[in-house]
């Protein structure tokens, strides 16, 4: 059973009800007031933005469409094309100016490299020939001198020797016959291969000295005489105006050194009585050292010189000999006698021609070699 409404709350829900709608409508328009205003603050500020983005485009392109900015504009472009194109050709210069250095460098390290291979197989070749390093002994007369830079076309190891056999030697018997001392002979082969301009050792036996003078015209890959003028000097040595003719013809280094060599022979034929050693005797010892035939040389010394190395870590040309050439010149029963006499055939016929034009030389020294501004001894 429903309970009846008093009037009194009958009353109050209406008036609640009515100023809820009163208020309702009231914010319902001041709600579309507010959003209105809103709209029409929008579209006025949208316009603004507008007008104003327009008037800014609209003087920037009345400034752009003047004279003076125009000019201003083409300036600052054709400005930046110069600095443009300068820094291109700078970067295009600078690249030529490398490819030309390094055109440069490299024709240069080319060029380096070609005359270091030049001298590479220039050394080569020497060296096959044995002449590529300082040796005296088994080297060429003309390259020896060469070396020695001396206006005086005689190897210096000849001029020690000869010098001081004069001083102190030429009474010693048997100078140019007796070997001497093998071991001293070897020390001073080392020591001019070392270095040509180096003293004789103060004391040093006479006999000494004249080996090692032999030894090194033995050991030339020539003859002072040449292969080439074998025939002709042999046939004339019965002649000295023949004999003087046809050394002219010799090289100036061998010229100047065979009339050293003769020179110091007279002169230890001159103490003959002394030395025991006359023209004849002198002749044939020296003669198989200074003159032969291509093919037909005295080997004697050959195994010694080629053996001998400056120092353990450089190897010679020719692999070294299970024995030394002065073993070879022992006889048998000997016992390593170091004063043994050098025979003369070493297996090979005596060249008796070449003893007589040795024989020659000597006995008239003074007149076949009269342009030679012989020598003149102290």
């Given at each position: ?26 914010a319902g328009q001041s709600a579309g ?272 010189w080629n053996r001998l190395s400056r ?68």
């Open positions: 059973m429903s309970s009846a409404i008093s009037p009194q709350w009958h009353e109050k829900a209406s008036g609640f009800f009515s100023s809820s709608g009163a208020k309702l409508k009231e007031t507010f959003v209105g205003d809103v709209a029409k603050d929008t579209k006025s500020s949208v316009a603004d933005v507008a007008e104003r983005v327009g008037s800014m485009v609209k003087s920037r392109w009345t400034l752009l469409q003047q004279p003076s900015t125009r000019h201003a504009v083409q300036e600052r472009l054709i400005s930046a094309a110069a600095t443009t194109g300068t820094l291109l050709r700078k970067g295009i210069s600078e690249t030529k100016d490398k490819a030309s250095v390094g055109k440069v460098k490299v024709e240069e390290v080319a060029k380096k490299t070609a005359q270091k291979s030049k001298t590479i197989l220039t050394d080569i070749e020497r060296w096959q020939k044995g002449v590529a390093s300082t040796d005296v002994f088994g080297v060429p007369i003309d390259v020896t001198v060469q070396r020695q830079q001396s206006s005086r076309a005689v190897p210096h190891i000849l001029v020690k020797c000869a010098d001081y056999l004069i001083l102190s030697g030429l009474n010693s018997q048997y100078l140019f016959k007796l070997e001497g001392d093998k071991k001293i002979i070897q020390q001073l082969v080392s020591l001019y291969n070392q270095d040509s301009t180096a003293s004789l050792p103060e004391g040093i036996n006479p006999v000494d000295v004249a080996a090692l003078a032999k030894c090194y015209i033995a050991s030339l890959p020539e003859p002072l005489t040449t292969f080439e003028l074998y025939n002709e000097i042999k046939d004339a040595r019965s002649s000295i105006y023949a004999m003087r003719n046809i050394l002219k013809s010799l090289p100036h280094v061998n010229y100047m050194t065979l009339e050293f060599v003769t020179a110091l022979l007279l002169r230890v034929s001159q103490k003959s009585l002394l030395n025991k050693m006359d023209v004849r005797s002198l002749s044939m010892e020296i003669a198989p050292v200074i003159m032969w035939q291509k093919g037909k040389r005295l080997d004697t010394y050959s195994q010694y120092n353990p870590s450089k190897q010679n040309l020719d692999p070294p000999a299970a024995y030394s050439a002065w073993d070879m010149l022992a006889e048998e029963g000997e016992g390593g006698d170091a004063s043994s006499l050098i025979p003369l055939d070493d297996g090979m016929p005596v060249d008796f021609g070449a003893i007589e034009v040795v024989q020659c030389l000597i006995e008239h020294h003074n007149e076949i070699f009269t342009d030679a501004n012989e020598t003149i001894w102290r």
